[in-house]
């Protein structure tokens, strides 16, 4: 069992930044890739980014590339998602999963997932 836990949403104006962070309770925490998702209010939930366990390899939807970057800090068992350049259609529920197969952006490719934290951006 892996328990995840996001932190760092907020309310921000558009064009700001936020840096998400989401700690993670699995013993081999390096094993795991990891990947960001959003879900804004009446739609369906939608990939964002998704890391290597060794943290070298990234991946990104198209809405968000060049603005959007994911790192992690395996001895700290923590993976980020920096947000710059945010708009106000990034408002959603920010969520961090683990991966196990199937490919990056498909939410059944996930494991165990965070309960997330809310990011709104005004305009």
């Known amino acids: 069992q892996v328990q995840l836990v996001e932190s760092g949403g907020g309310l921000v104006q558009a064009g700001g930044s936020l840096r998400l962070s989401c700690a993670a309770s699995?013993?081999?925490?390096?094993?795991?890739?990891m990947g960001w998702f959003r879900q804004a209010p009446g739609k369906e939930r939608e990939f964002v980014g998704a890391?290597?366990?060794?943290?070298?390899?990234?991946s990104y939807a198209d809405s968000v590339k060049g603005r959007f970057t994911v790192s992690r800090d395996n001895a700290k068992k923590t993976v980020y998602l920096q947000m710059n350049s945010l708009k106000p259609e990034d408002t959603a529920v920010y969520y961090c999963?683990?991966?196990?197969?199937?490919?990056?952006?498909?939410?059944?490719?996930?494991?165990?997932w965070g309960q997330g934290t809310q990011v709104t951006v005004s305009s």
């Open positions: 890391i290597s366990g060794d943290g070298l390899s990234t």
């Open positions: 999963a683990t991966y196990y197969s199937g490919g990056y952006s498909y939410i059944s490719s996930y494991a165990y």
């Open positions: 699995a013993r081999a925490f390096s094993f795991y890739d």
